[in-house]
């Protein structure tokens, strides 16, 4: 494809051969639970970086709703003696 | 695992805190045999063992426990989230350029108080200029563009580079979910925990 082509020129210093390219995003695309089961010459490049894209800020957002989550626990654990007690004890050495 | 170190039990506490203990001190002998049973990507698989989370959850509980003491009414969500970034990335230990990028953000935006913003008006004057010649890229370079983006500290390396950095980032972000539901669960039982104690365990109960 073109496209790959273009970049492999782009890319200076180390040349980037497509079928470096090919490896890596077929080894991108293993890493994505979505897109683990399709064989690799029906998923093309740009979906496999568009589905990295979403899957990363699906990440991001999970971990800011339990980060949001974790400070409330622990806002509602210091309130409480009783089990802030249990927890204090628990996450000392 | 292959080297399991018998220790002794430590205090009579519930086990969920002795297992704490036990793998702080047995990460410190375990981590090298972790290495070498790594496939083929040894980095990446590091974020993959239970070990690993192990050393993350404590070290998170750790920032979290010490953050909270001097004031009481700092649990912010977005303190949390900066916080467990901020763990993640000591837990990679230098070898990623993303893990170095967010230390380095924390450190300049800790500066930046300090300086009274000038180093943010330099950023925010240079946004405009790139954006003005903007071209039509192609599909394929514009998503790599916008997962540079994503992937902190990474928005000019090469291809290769890049698609390296994010497979250990997602890698870590996995390890990060994982690490902190557990120790959302964990609080979770041990606040609502008072409704079904064991009679031992609690001095005296809270609600019936």
């Given at each position: 494809m073109s496209s790959r082509r273009s970049r492999s020129r782009q890319s200076s210093g180390s040349r980037i051969t497509d079928d470096q390219i090919i490896d890596l995003v077929s080894k991108l695309q293993q890493l994505i639970p979505e897109l683990r089961g399709r064989r690799s010459d029906r998923v093309s490049a740009s979906k496999v970086l568009q589905e990295t894209c979403n899957y990363i800020r699906n990440l991001h957002r999970e971990v800011d709703g339990l980060s949001d989550r974790l400070s409330q626990l622990l806002a509602s654990a210091d309130t409480d003696s009783d089990q802030a007690a249990i927890i204090r004890s628990l996450l000392m050495e | 695992m292959a080297s399991i170190l018998p220790l002794p039990e430590l205090d009579p506490s519930p086990e969920i805190s002795s297992e704490f203990q036990r793998k702080k001190r047995r990460k410190t002998d375990e981590k090298s045999s972790s290495y070498h049973r790594?496939?083929?990507?040894p980095r990446m698989n590091r974020w993959r063992t239970g070990q690993e989370q192990q050393i993350y959850s404590s070290k998170l509980i750790e920032a979290l426990r010490r953050r909270s003491t001097p004031t009481s009414s700092s649990a912010n969500g977005n303190d949390v989230r900066d916080t467990a970034y901020r763990v993640l990335a000591v837990s990679a230990k230098g070898t990623s350029r993303w893990s170095r990028a967010i230390l380095i953000g924390r450190l300049s935006a800790k500066m930046r108080k300090h300086k009274k913003a000038k180093v943010s008006a330099n950023r925010k004057l240079r946004k405009p200029a790139s954006s003005g010649k903007r071209r039509k890229l192609p599909v394929v370079q514009r998503k790599l563009l916008a997962l540079g983006r994503l992937v902190p500290g990474c928005r000019k390396l090469s291809f290769s580079n890049l698609l390296e950095e994010t497979s250990d980032y997602i890698a870590a972000l996995e390890m990060q979910v994982r690490a902190m539901t557990a120790i959302t669960e964990f609080l979770a039982v041990g606040n609502d925990g008072g409704a079904q104690p064991p009679a031992d365990r609690l001095g005296s109960n809270v609600n019936s």
């Open positions: - | 790594m496939q083929g990507n």
